[in-house]
């Protein structure tokens, strides 16, 4: 995936059109890569045909993984960032609004209808 | 509960941390986040982290060929940040106040380097990782031309003045990526260091310079006519 972000950024420099550091911009371009390929089924199938099922050593965590991938899957593109940045690369609720260009308010609302997807996720898999 | 945080708001962020390592924060976020990390272990851990993880990504094989000036740069961040080193030459000169670290006005002049490796050379970018016995050679890009001075302050705290070598500030023209004469070869103090392209109307004694950098690295005083660009960087022992 680095690979890929770095060769596109070499290919087509004026990506970064420096209204944000650089280190900003290469967060927000790797999370909207990553987000892309999670969201391409063909590719989702190709990565779990190459990796097999998950061990058996460690089946919670893959199940916690599992779980995530889908949930990103699953939410509307805003909330899947604001998650991505809030829970996996856990900046603050002002870094969030920066990365999104929104408010903070903005964020609040998006982790809020985030989590109660998640909520209703684990639910579903309870009954 | 698939949704939950290892950290607490207050603490910093990787992207922080990164962005502090890379010298991109501004003064006011980098005193900050400093001030944190004294009192946070978890966070200074993850700070050391981070930095091994980029110091190991760092200038792979030195590539000989030039390359463009976004796929140095790039290379650098994905380091995760990086920084450079030089010597310490003849003490030198100073400013006003200067634009934070990492923003770049549009038509500012821009401090540029090269850093020669053995039989290779790269060209810089801010967060470069330097070792003691690098060459850097300076450049510029400036649409209006002017007089030009490099300065910098090491890892001990030290302000020495790069370029010129004598005690004249010297004028030179507009272009654009334009070397300039010599290069400083890299001293064995360790730490970050930050180089400061003193891009003035009119030349300004050298002394005055150094001594506006050292007074306040942050924002130096200089005067009204003279735009400061830095450059961070960090220089490490080989290994």
């Known amino acids: ?127 | 509960m698939i949704l939950e945080r290892t950290r607490d708001e207050e603490c910093l962020s990787d992207l922080t941390l990164d962005r502090m390592r890379v010298g991109e924060l501004s003064a006011s976020e980098d005193a900050a986040a400093r001030e944190h990390l004294a009192g946070c272990e978890r966070c200074a851990a993850r700070r050391g982290e981070l930095a091994g993880d980029a110091d190991a990504a760092a200038l792979p094989p030195l590539a000989a060929r030039r390359r463009g000036p976004w796929g140095v740069a790039l290379v650098f961040a994905a380091a995760a940040a990086v920084t450079l080193i030089v010597t310490r030459p003849a003490p030198a000169p100073a400013p006003e106040p200067a634009p934070e670290i990492g923003e770049r006005r549009k038509g500012a002049p821009t401090l540029r380097f090269h850093v020669r490796r053995g039989d290779a050379v790269l060209e810089g970018a801010p967060g470069e990782v330097l070792r003691p016995g690098d060459a850097i050679r300076f450049g510029y890009s400036w649409s209006e031309g002017g007089a030009l001075a490099v300065l910098s302050r090491d890892g001990a705290g030290v302000t020495s003045v790069y370029f010129p070598q004598g005690q004249v500030m010297p004028t030179v023209a507009a272009g654009e990526a334009v070397e300039l004469p010599g290069a400083t070869l890299l001293d064995d103090v360790t730490g970050p260091e930050t180089f400061y392209g003193v891009f003035c109307a009119r030349p300004v004694a050298l002394e005055r310079l150094r001594v506006a950098v050292e007074a306040d690295p942050d924002a130096p005083r200089l005067p009204g006519e003279c735009v400061i660009d830095r450059v961070r960087v960090e220089k490490r022992d080989g290994r």
């Open chain 1, 1 to 127: 995936m680095v690979q890929e972000l770095f060769t596109s950024l070499l290919d087509r420099p004026e990506q970064f059109s420096g209204r944000s550091s650089l280190m900003t911009f290469l967060y927000r371009a790797t999370t909207n890569l990553c987000l892309n390929r999670l969201r391409n089924a063909r590719t989702r199938r190709r990565l779990l045909e190459r990796q097999g099922p998950p061990p058996a050593s460690a089946p919670a965590r893959a199940e916690a993984r599992a779980q995530a991938a889908e949930l990103l899957r699953r939410l509307p593109e805003d909330q899947a960032k604001a998650v991505v940045y809030y829970y996996i690369d856990e900046m603050s609720q002002a870094e969030v609004a920066d990365m999104l260009g929104c408010s903070r308010r903005h964020v609040g609302d998006l982790l809020t209808r985030a989590r109660a997807q998640a909520a209703a996720g684990e639910l579903r898999r309870v009954r």
